[in-house]
Nanobody, 126 residues
Framework: QVQLVESGGGLVQAGGSLRLSCAAS????????MGWFRQAPGKERDFVAA????????YYADSVKGRFTISRDNAKNTVHLQMSSLKPEDTAVYYC???????????????????WGQGTQVTVSS
């Protein structure tokens, strides 16, 4: 089992920045690829960003590319999502997720992830 706890959400004006963190406990964090997803009210959960277990490779949704940066610190069992130039359409509950699979080609598919956090609310005002 892996427990994931997100933090860092809040209310920010458009154009502002937030840094989300996800703290992991339980099994060896470095064994897991990690992803961030978000879900806005009345919408499906969407992929945001992902990072391989080593941190060497990152992936982003087109909607956040160039504005968001995912990173991880395996020594501290944490993954971060630095969000800049925020837009009202970024408003959502953001979830981190852990994937134990060897291959990570389907990183945007939420169903492949094994563990999920409870989510943190991000609200961007216009």
């Amino acid at each position: 089992q892996v427990q994931l706890v997100e933090s860092g959400g809040g209310l920010v004006q458009a154009g502002g920045s937030l840094r989300l963190s996800c703290a992991a406990s339980g099994r060896t964090f470095s064994n897991y690829h990690m992803g961030w997803f978000r879900q806005a009210p009345g919408k499906e959960r969407d992929f945001v960003a992902a990072i391989t277990w080593s941190g060497r490779t990152t992936y982003y949704a087109d909607s956040v590319k160039g504005r968001f940066t995912i990173s991880r610190d395996n020594a501290k069992n944490t993954v971060h999502l630095q969000m800049s130039s925020l837009k009202p359409e970024d408003t959502a509950v953001y979830y981190c997720a852990a994937d134990s699979g060897l291959q990570f080609s389907d990183y945007g598919n939420g169903q492949r992830y094994d563990y999920w956090g409870q989510g943190t609310q991000v609200t961007v005002s216009s």
